[in-house]
């Protein structure tokens, strides 16, 4: 009895996941290190090895992104390797989910049980009265326990704006996908292009957003609970941005290049489905750190 078995194409071994693994611990030690720095205001070499973590991160993207693009086009990849693909975007979409999930527990525990400790809550009466019998429970914290005084960013106007531009960006999405099963090439190419266009405006107008907290507002990654976490939310979501937008570069590039077709085009749709996961979390952080 013969039998078909269905080809799976195996790849030589690699140096990127160790190129990876190298981008991410400099990432993760350089930004530690930086905001040390920064809410300490001593100079160090945080910024530098954050700098060069992005830098070899970029590098890993392109050299691995060009490794698959060359083996796919070529033809060697079978219906198994697609469905590992897909398997593989949809466990680490599920692994982003979990991550954003452990922050916002971590601001709902702070709003929710820690105030109500600060101020006197359960077993600590005592402590509120002796330590801190000025502190009043609210939020945003405008004043820690310790005085650190800050503004609340708004949540009306660029905030609002840019919730309002990653809306927009994930319709353009949606529409470039639609040209793209129906083979409208150009429409294909000017909704991927509005879309970049439109999460490098939203990066850029968080970077305007982070310098008018600091220099206007005094909300910095110092300014207590309320601070951290709303650096620590937005930034890490700015972060995903500038992956997600660097993911659409590269398939607007091999759009240009005539690659995709109605049938096979999981990579588009892999960029589509982690935009779109990013634009949910937007919402969601924007409803929890800025408007409640």
């Known amino acids: 009895m013969n039998k078909t078995y269905e080809k799976y194409y195996v790849?030589?071994?690699?140096?990127?996941?160790?190129?990876?693994?190298?981008?991410?611990?400099?990432?993760?030690?350089?930004?530690?290190?930086?905001?040390?720095e920064v809410t300490k205001q001593q100079?160090?070499?945080?910024?530098?090895?954050?700098?060069?973590?992005?830098?070899?991160?970029?590098?890993?993207l392109f050299g691995w992104f060009k490794n698959i693009i060359?083996?796919?086009?070529?033809?060697?990849?079978?219906?198994?390797?697609?469905?590992?693909?897909?398997?593989?975007?949809?466990?680490?979409?599920?692994s982003e989910v979990m991550f954003f999930m452990a922050f916002f527990g971590a601001l709902f525990y702070g709003r929710v049980i820690a105030l109500n400790w600060l101020s006197g809550g359960s077993n600590n009466a005592m402590t509120f009265e002796l330590l801190w019998p000025e502190f009043e429970a609210m939020w945003p914290l405008l004043k820690t326990p310790g005085g650190t005084e800050t503004q609340?960013?708004?949540?009306?106007?660029?905030?609002?704006?840019?919730?309002?531009?990653?809306?927009?960006?994930?319709?353009?999405l949606h529409f470039a996908h639609v040209?793209?099963?129906?083979?409208?090439?150009?429409?294909?190419k000017l909704m991927m292009f509005v879309t970049i266009v439109l999460g490098i405006t939203f990066l850029s107008l968080q970077v305007y957003e982070y310098i008018h907290a600091y220099t206007d507002l005094g909300l910095t990654?110092?300014?207590?609970?309320?601070?951290?976490?709303?650096?620590?939310?937005?930034?890490?979501?700015?972060?995903h941005v500038t992956l997600g937008t660097i993911i659409l570069i590269f398939v607007f590039l091999r759009i240009l290049k005539g690659h995709f077709t109605p049938e096979k085009?999981?990579?588009?749709?892999?960029?589509?489905?982690?935009?779109?996961?990013?634009?949910?979390?937007?919402?969601?952080?924007?409803?929890?750190?800025?408007?409640?």
């Open 43 to 60: 100079p160090g070499f945080g910024g530098y090895m954050l700098t060069a973590g992005f830098a070899v991160l970029i590098l890993m």
């Open 221 to 239: 990654l110092a300014s207590g609970f309320y601070g951290s976490t709303f650096f620590l939310l937005t930034g890490f979501h700015g972060m």
């Open 11 to 36: 790849p030589a071994q690699s140096p990127w996941p160790i190129v990876g693994a190298v981008a991410l611990f400099l990432i993760a030690v350089g930004a530690g290190n930086f905001v040390n």
């Open 179 to 188: 040209a793209l099963e129906q083979s409208k090439r150009g429409t294909l």
């Open 70 to 94: 060359d083996e796919s086009m070529s033809g060697i990849y079978s219906d198994q390797m697609d469905r590992s693909f897909r398997y593989g975007m949809s466990w680490f979409i599920m």
């Open 265 to 292: 085009h999981f990579a588009f749709r892999a960029g589509a489905w982690y935009w779109h996961f990013v634009d949910v979390v937007w919402l969601c952080l924007y409803v929890f750190v800025y408007v409640l």
């Open 152 to 172: 609340a960013m708004p949540a009306f106007g660029l905030p609002l704006i840019n919730t309002a531009i990653l809306v927009i960006s994930s319709v353009t």
